[in-house]
């Protein structure tokens, strides 16, 4: 059963509403984050399962998996019937929620690669302003290790920065936003941005807009692990667009431009 309880007071919706990005400290209770811990060691272990690499260096490897929930029964009960649906809907201000997907983000210890600033709409074939991702520590996430940072209102700014790759190649950090001449070309350089980075504690969430701009450093501890498990929701404005440039792995046959989104893969899990 979903809990009946508010979670979010005023202030804290507000703050997300306004910066797009709200730290919530303690979101998930110690055994999700035990449950989730060992989901997520069990998919990253067998050899033959859809774990994918985003970067393997040397020393460390930075690694991802996507929709664990449709073929897993602990990610499932967590995407569907957690706090997780409510959380959403209470930030997006929206009487009913689909779950979009959900997704891995590994960098093991030595995984030194940043990811690259980027905002998360201009990948996925939906359109509408209630998109958002929980991203939940499942580790203590120190600037040493992987923490994010967000570029304050830039939920605002209409802006598709979509680089060219996620980490490996630096010098292949294009976005279309660079192209289009909207900010300099190394966020590097970004010194007058108002960007927050986020420490974290295991079970902590970070609840963001689907078009607030963020990056993470890489894992240069030797022996801590950064293991992040997003969990991404949409309301009730949101509609499919299968426009070019989306991931092709995204893409719903069963849904036609326009519609509304809920079906058997983003099903509808508040109303
Ligand atoms: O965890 C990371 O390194 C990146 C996460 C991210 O970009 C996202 O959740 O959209």
């Known amino acids: 059963m979903a809990p009946s309880m508010q979670i979010f007071d005023t202030a ?45 260096g040397e020393t460390g490897r930075f690694l991802g998996s996507q929709d664990l929930w449709r073929t ?34 590994v960098k093991e210890p030595g995984a030194s690669f940043d990811t690259s600033w980027h905002n998360d709409v201009p990948y996925w074939p939906i359109k509408g302003s209630q998109i958002l991702s929980i991203w939940i520590a499942l580790d203590r996430v120190t600037r040493e290790n992987g923490a994010l940072s967000f570029i304050n209102g830039s939920h605002r700014w209409n802006a598709k920065v979509q680089p060219a790759t996620f980490g490996e190649k630096a010098d292949q950090r294009r976005s279309m936003m660079e192209l289009s001449g909207q900010i300099p070309a190394e966020l590097g350089d970004y010194s007058s941005l108002d960007i927050d980075t986020f420490e ?15 990056q993470a450093g890489g894992n240069h501890s030797t022996n801590m692990r950064r293991r992040g498990y997003v969990v991404r929701y949409t309301g009730d404005d949101v509609l499919y667009d299968p426009r070019p440039g989306v991931h092709k792995m995204m893409l719903e046959r ?18």
């Open 200 to 214: 974290m504690e295991a079970g902590d969430a970070l609840i963001f807009d689907g078009k607030t701009i963020h």
């Open 12 to 56: 804290a919706v507000a703050r997300y509403n306004d910066v797009g990005v709200y730290h919530a400290r303690g979101l998930i209770s110690n055994e999700w984050v035990a449950r989730l811990r060992a989901v997520i060691d069990s998919e990253l272990s067998i050899k033959k399962s859809k774990h994918f690499a985003f970067q393997e």
């Open 72 to 105: 897993d029964e602990t990610c499932r009960e967590f995407c569907t019937n957690s706090t997780l649906p409510r959380a959403a809907a209470e930030m997006l201000g929206s009487d009913e929620v689909n779950l979009f997907f959900d997704h891995l983000f």
């Open 254 to 271: 069963s849904l036609a431009p326009n519609d509304r989104i809920t079906c058997e893969r983003f099903p509808l899990v508040w109303s």
